[in-house]
């Protein structure tokens, strides 16, 4: 089978993973995987230049856009559990860099 293939089926099944981890609010576990497909990722992007895009023949050629399909339906729906999560963190790190400027502007606290 085809390297670059073999390296989209291996990315699936982890964003498959995230998708889990982040319906669990595993965040600990979400990020773990991050790393995992961003190393898969990278290598890819060694090993499957653009040019070698002609050279899969066509059952590969559908695999290949399935995965990718597969991959950005997990994202989206990752980002819809994760995204809440953010803004919540957005936000408390907002309230926490007021009450240090107003703690600073009143000598609180020294």
Not at 62 to 89: F, G, Y
């Amino acid at each position: 089978m085809n390297t670059s293939i073999t390296l989209y089926e291996s990315m699936g099944l982890i964003s498959s993973q995230m998708l889990e981890a982040a319906q669990a609010n595993d965040w600990d576990r979400l990020c773990e995987l991050e790393r995992e497909v961003a190393d898969l990722r990278d290598r890819l992007q060694r090993e499957d230049p653009p040019s070698d895009q002609v050279s899969l023949d066509e059952a590969n050629r559908q695999r290949k856009i399935r995965l990718i399909r597969q991959i950005l339906a997990d994202d989206r729906e990752i980002r819809s559990h994760t995204s809440p999560w953010m803004e919540n963190v957005k936000t408390l790190l907002a309230g926490n860099a007021r009450q240090r400027s107003v703690q600073q502007a009143y000598g609180v606290g020294r």
